[in-house]
């Protein structure tokens, strides 16, 4: 969940329980106001019957009669006064005078009972609106300036013969009664407003804990000292933003524990905190800062800035940025390593996981350098992940493609080499080069299973085609690591036909140290009928000293010496005569690596060497496109 | 608790000094309508009237009617009271009455006018005729609370 949806669905809530609030007073305001209405009609069915028998009981002008029957008027008024209850607290009759002031024609009150022709102030002009259109009315009373205990006031026009209004029939409603009637309600009430008073509290609860959430969402997304993004900010950052817009730079801060031990950590984290200010300034606006770990910062440069450019003015900047610290000046070095994210990419670890060794490169250099890793494709990153290796070799994803190896004279195949490729989850067709995964899992776990699978594969060829020969390669780590030389071990001995026609060839990778324990273990797969072929002579660490101190079977001239054949003819010639000399003389197979044009086969069978590999006479297929070409 | 207790008793006061003001203003506006003076000075034997008129920036309430501007008399016991101190100084100006009843307009021709409750509502009564002997005009908003006569 991003913070953006938590954000909405904290004020989706909100505006559910203030509106859930506002409908439930909405409801109570609406039964309240029903069950006025309801007093209401009644009030208006008491003042027509009051008014029939008013009209019934007095002969022509009203004001006349009552102000010339005297009984009569005191016996209306004791009629008026019967139908005084707590509801109705005044009742009486009004009549407007020429001057248009209102004055008692009768008055059913029980207490402050009015004489007739006594003048009265409504102060309403809604009195004045029935008085000329004839119509009852309604009037609120309570809460208008100037007026109490009455609640509101119904006024009933007293019609004459011809139609027009005698008189105001006016009966006033009780405040008391208003009361009375919220009481009447009051439970549903109470409950509404206990259910109000718990979404309020729920509200303030819900603003608080949101608070908090964000108040501790900063903390873990925002470096308190440096103001930095956390990695988890960067991990939602990427949600949103796809980090193939972005080219990174990881800089890591050279001996800061040194400059911390000297000064103490308060007056480090100053100098951290200045550091990151520094680097702020020097990045391209819309550059992202993280700090991964500790003097550790991550910085997304948008792609449209040059990252070259970027790299070394940052790197200059922040080396001759002096700190004063107590009266001192101090200068900090950083390491930085960089690269240009391809496209597609989504996931900063693996680009973390290249930029580190590219650090860790930097560092065994001395530090205080920077660097950038050449343009990769996704799929480079995709391929060197250690969770796509593993699942490649927890399904078995290997296979080998062999090259073969040809007598240079009569382009014969005489034996193949082995290739290690992985098969792609999710395209079958498309192998994947050693190149991808070889330098992650050498050394693990993953690299002896995968080891065991290219003997597995390689073996189930021997086995198909009986008259074939097949190599494959091993590195010093391979020799010298135990449970490598078990499984090959074990292996040959399973496999004991097999292993008179296996060639293992030792890569120039790492360099031969102790050659009697390397020379044990030559002896060994020599035992069980192999060979052992020194790869890549001329080049690396394969050179004339592993000649002379051990015993090979096969020399295979590097490619970078057979390429110069056509480059540098003369020169080139003479020392790969000269390694074709000391291989008959060691009683030695030689082979030509690298033979990729028919003019350096040419060269090469000039030069009389017995075999040739290379691009020219044989690409790395399946072993069936040599041997089984129909199939 | 002590807290809310204070708020309470903090609100109940506001509303109490709402309720004295606006009576003030009332009175403040009714009587200045009558006497064109910068300070009036007010009498009434009503406590609860006095007290409300201490507040007053224009109105002086004073503890004797004699010289009194204007006197605000609740009832016809008060009158009489007020009539015999009064009696007693005829070379003094005499002040206006004014009531708090309407049966005191009814009772006493020399009465200008009342403010009084009928009904649940405030009422403000002059009479024309009696304001016209003491020379009182009065301004277009209180002309619709007066009658010639009662």
């Known amino acids: 969940m991003t913070s953006r949806n938590n954000t909405k669905y904290f004020f989706a809530i909100m505006a559910l329980m203030i509106g859930f609030a506002l409908y439930l007073q909405y409801s109570i305001t609406k039964s309240t106001e029903s069950l006025h209405a309801l007093e209401v009609s009644k009030a208006v ?6 008014s029939t028998y008013i009209k019934a009981e007095t002969e022509g002008d ?4 009552l102000r010339t029957h005297t009984q009569k008027r005191e016996a209306l008024n004791k009629i008026l006064h019967t139908f005084l209850t707590d509801e109705f607290k005044y009742i009486y009759l009004l009549k407007k005078d020429k001057e248009g002031h209102y004055r008692f024609l009768l008055d059913g009150s029980l207490s402050d009972e009015e004489e007739f022709n006594a003048i009265f102030f409504p102060k309403s002009e809604q009195f004045d609106d029935v008085y000329r259109n004839g119509n009852a009315q309604i009037v609120q009373q309570e809460g208008k300036d100037g007026a109490k205990e009455v609640w509101l006031s119904l006024l009933y026009p007293v019609a004459n013969k011809q139609g027009s209004t005698e008189a105001l029939l006016v009966i006033d409603l009780s405040q008391n009664y208003a009361s009375y009637l919220k009481h009447l309600n009051s439970p549903v009430s109470q409950t509404v407003t206990l259910m109000q008073i718990f979404l309020f509290a729920s509200l303030i609860l819900i603003i608080y804990l949101t608070y908090s959430y ?14 930095t993004g956390t990695k988890a900010w960067l991990n939602e950052f990427l949600r949103t933003h796809p980090l193939d817009r972005y080219n990174v730079v990881l800089i890591d801060i050279d001996e800061f524990k040194r400059l911390n031990q000297r000064f103490g950590e308060e007056n480090g984290n100053k100098i951290l905190k200045t550091y990151i200010e520094t ?11 993280v700090r991964t770990v500790g003097t550790e910062f991550m910085v997304l440069i948008p792609k449209s800035e040059d990252l070259e450019t970027v790299l070394k003015s940052l790197f200059e900047t922040l080396r001759a940025k002096e700190f004063k610290i107590e009266n001192e000046s101090v200068q900090l070095t950083a390491s930085m390593s960089a690269m240009y994210v391809p496209e597609g ?14 650090m860790l490169e930097i560092k065994s250099r001395g530090k205080n350098d920077y660097a950038i890793i050449g343009e990769k494709r996704l799929d480079d990153l995709r391929f060197s992940d250690m969770e796509f290796i593993k699942k490649a070799l927890d399904d078995e994803r290997v296979t080998c493609l062999f090259q073969p190896i040809f007598k240079t004279q009569t382009k014969e195949i005489a034996k193949f080499e082995a290739l290690v490729r992985f098969i792609d989850d999710e395209d079958p067709s498309k192998l994947i080069s050693p190149f991808h995964f070889l330098p992650v899992i050498k050394g693990t776990s993953q690299y002896i299973k995968m080891s065991k699978l290219v003997l597995q594969n390689v073996f189930a060829a021997l086995q198909k085609y009986p008259d074939i020969e097949i190599s494959v390669n091993l590195d010093l780590t391979d020799l010298y690591h135990r449970d490598m030389m078990t499984v090959i071990e074990n292996v040959l001995c399973e496999h004991k036909a097999f292993a008179k026609r296996l060639t293992f060839e030792i890569v120039e990778d790492m360099e031969i140290k102790d050659f009697e324990k390397a020379a044990n273990i030559f002896n060994m797969l020599r035992a069980h009928g192999s060979k052992i072929a020194l790869d890549d002579f001329g080049s690396g660490y394969a050179n004339y000293t592993y000649l002379i101190k051990l015993e090979w079977d096969i020399i295979k001239i590097d490619g970078t010496l057979i390429k110069e054949l056509t480059a540098n003819p003369k020169r080139a010639e003479m020392v790969v005569q000269s390694i074709n000399e000391l291989g008959i003389f060691y009683n030695c197979s030689v082979v030509a690596e690298f033979v990729s044009d028919e003019e350096t086969y040419n060269k090469v069978k000039a030069l009389c060497i017995e075999y040739s590999q290379g691009f020219y006479l044989g690409e790395p297929k399946p072993i069936e496109a040599y041997l089984d070409p129909e199939s | 608790m002590k807290k809310i207790w204070m708020v309470i008793l903090l609100l109940w006061g506001h509303l109490y000094a709402m309720d004295t003001q606006s009576t003030l203003n009332l009175y403040e506006d009714i009587l200045s309508t009558l006497i064109p003076k910068e300070m009036i000075k007010v009498y009434t034997p009503n406590r609860e009237l006095h007290d409300v008129f201490t507040h007053s920036m224009r109105l002086i309430p004073l503890s004797q009617p004699n010289e009194a501007d204007i006197i ?21 100006k005499m002040p206006y009455l004014f009531g708090t009843d309407y049966h005191l307009l009814e009772a006493y021709p020399n009465v200008i006018g009342a403010l009084y409750w009928r009904k649940g509502r405030s009422q403000l009564l002059f009479v024309r005729n009696r304001l ?9 908003k209180y002309r619709k609370y007066s009658v010639e006569s009662l």
Do not use: W
């Open chain 1, 62 to 65: 009203l004001e006349s009669y």
């Open chain 1, 279 to 289: 680097l702020r300034q020097q990045i391209p606006p819309h550059s992202k800062v």
């Open chain 2, 132 to 140: 016209k002997k003491l020379g009182i005009t009065l301004p277009d």
């Open chain 1, 345 to 358: 990419a989504r996931s900063e670890d693996k680009i973390l996981r290249l930029l580190d060794e590219k």
């Open chain 1, 214 to 227: 964000y108040k501790f969402r900063k903390n873990i997304m925002q470096d308190a000292l440096t103001c």
């Open chain 2, 72 to 92: 605000i008399i609740p009832n016809k016991i008060a009158y009489e009271n007020i009539a015999a101190r009064l009696r007693d100084q005829k070379d003094l």
């Open chain 1, 45 to 50: 069915q008491y003042a027509n019957r009051i």
